[in-house]
C-alpha cells in the first residue's frame, strides 16, 4: 500500500469511527442520565421507527426529494444565467445585485404565503421556495468566478481575434466551474430547507408535513426519524454533486496526499 492509499484509508476510518462514536455518545448519555423520549430520543429508537415506519415515509421522502430536486434545478439554472450576466457587465451588476440581496436578506419563510396565494397549497410553493433559496449563492459565485479571469488573458485572446462570447465559453466558464460546484453543494442543502419549509405551512405530502404532524401529535422520535431522512438525502446529494465535481473539475486540484489543494 503506497503512501496516498494509506493515508485516504486512514481519513476514513477516522471519519467512520467519529460518526459511530457520535451516535454512540447520544446513546449512551440518553441511558445515562435517563432522558426522555419526549425530549431527545435514543439514535436505536430513531432507527426502530424508520424501519417500521419506512412504507409510511417513503411516499413522503419521494416527494421531498422530487421537490427539492426540482427547485434546486430552476434554481441552478436560474442562478447561472444571473450569474453569467452579473459577472459580464457591470451595468447588470449595478443594477441586479443590489435587489438580490435584498431579496436574500428576506426569511423564506414570509415568502411562502405569498407562493400559496398565487398557486394554492402543494407542491407549486414548495417547489419555488426550494428554487429562490438556492439562487443566491449560485449567481455570487459564478460571477465571482467568471471575474477572476486575468484582463491580460483576455486582451491577448482578442488581439488573437476571439469574441467576447468566446472568452466566456472557453475561458470565462471554465475558470468558473470550480466556484460553480462550491455554490452547488451548498444550494443543495438551502434547498431541502426551502422544500421543508413550504411542506410544513402549505402540503399535505412530503417529510415536512409529516414532522409537523408529528411534533403536534408529540410524537418526537417520528419527528427525529424525519430529519434523519433528511440528513441522508441532503449527505446523498451532496455526495453526487462532489461526485461530478472531481470528474469535471480535477484539473483544479495538486495531487499529493495530505497535502491535495484547490489551485485557483
Known amino acids: 500500500m503506497n503512501r496516498t492509499s494509506a493515508s485516504t484509508l486512514r481519513r476514513n476510518l477516522l471519519s467512520t469511527g467519529a460518526f459511530i462514536g457520535f451516535f454512540l455518545l447520544?446513546?449512551?448519555?440518553?441511558?445515562?442520565?435517563?432522558v426522555s423520549d419526549l425530549i431527545l430520543p435514543r439514535p436505536s429508537l430513531i432507527l426502530l421507527t424508520l424501519i417500521e415506519k419506512l412504507p409510511l415515509l417513503m411516499p413522503h421522502a419521494l416527494q421531498t426529494l422530487g421537490t427539492t430536486l426540482a427547485g434546486f434545478v430552476l434554481g441552478v439554472l436560474a442562478g447561472m444565467l444571473i450569474g453569467v450576466a452579473i459577472g459580464c457587465s457591470r451595468l447588470a451588476y449595478d443594477v441586479a445585485y443590489p435587489l438580490?440581496?435584498?431579496?436574500?436578506?428576506?426569511?423564506?419563510?414570509?415568502?411562502?404565503?405569498?407562493?400559496?396565494?398565487?398557486?394554492?397549497?402543494?407542491?407549486?410553493?414548495?417547489?419555488?421556495?426550494?428554487?429562490?433559496?438556492?439562487?443566491?449563492?449560485?449567481?455570487?459565485?459564478?460571477?465571482?468566478?467568471?471575474?477572476?479571469?486575468?484582463?491580460?488573458?483576455e486582451d491577448?485572446?482578442?488581439?488573437?481575434?476571439?469574441?467576447?462570447?468566446?472568452?466566456?465559453?472557453?475561458?470565462?466558464?471554465?475558470?468558473?466551474?470550480p466556484y460553480l460546484f462550491a455554490s452547488l453543494k451548498i444550494a443543495i442543502t438551502l434547498s431541502f430547507v426551502g422544500t421543508v419549509?413550504?411542506?410544513?405551512?402549505?402540503?399535505?405530502?412530503?417529510?415536512?408535513?409529516?414532522?409537523?404532524?408529528?411534533?403536534?401529535?408529540?410524537?418526537?422520535?417520528l419527528v427525529f426519524a424525519g430529519l434523519f431522512i433528511l440528513a441522508i438525502l441532503g449527505v446523498a446529494l451532496y455526495g453526487v454533486c462532489a461526485m461530478i465535481e472531481g470528474r469535471l473539475t480535477g484539473w483544479t486540484q495538486r495531487k499529493g496526499g495530505d497535502n491535495e489543494k484547490v489551485v485557483v
Not at 107 to 134: D, E, H, N, R, Y
Not at 210 to 221: C, E, K, L, R, Y
Open 100 to 153: 438580490l440581496v435584498g431579496f436574500s436578506s428576506i426569511p423564506k419563510v414570509a415568502v411562502v404565503p405569498i407562493f400559496v396565494l398565487w398557486f394554492g397549497a402543494g407542491t407549486v410553493p414548495a417547489i419555488l421556495t426550494s428554487m429562490v433559496i438556492s439562487i443566491f449563492p449560485v449567481v455570487v459565485n459564478v460571477a465571482t468566478g467568471l471575474a477572476t479571469t486575468e484582463p491580460e488573458l
Open 156 to 177: 491577448i485572446l482578442r488581439v488573437l481575434g476571439a469574441s467576447k462570447g468566446d472568452i466566456l465559453w472557453n475561458v470565462g466558464l471554465p475558470r468558473a466551474l
Open 26 to 34: 447520544w446513546e449512551l448519555g440518553c441511558v445515562v442520565f435517563k
Open 197 to 221: 419549509l413550504s411542506e410544513t405551512v402549505a402540503s399535505n405530502k412530503g417529510i415536512g408535513n409529516v414532522m409537523m404532524i408529528a411534533s403536534g401529535n408529540f410524537d418526537v422520535t
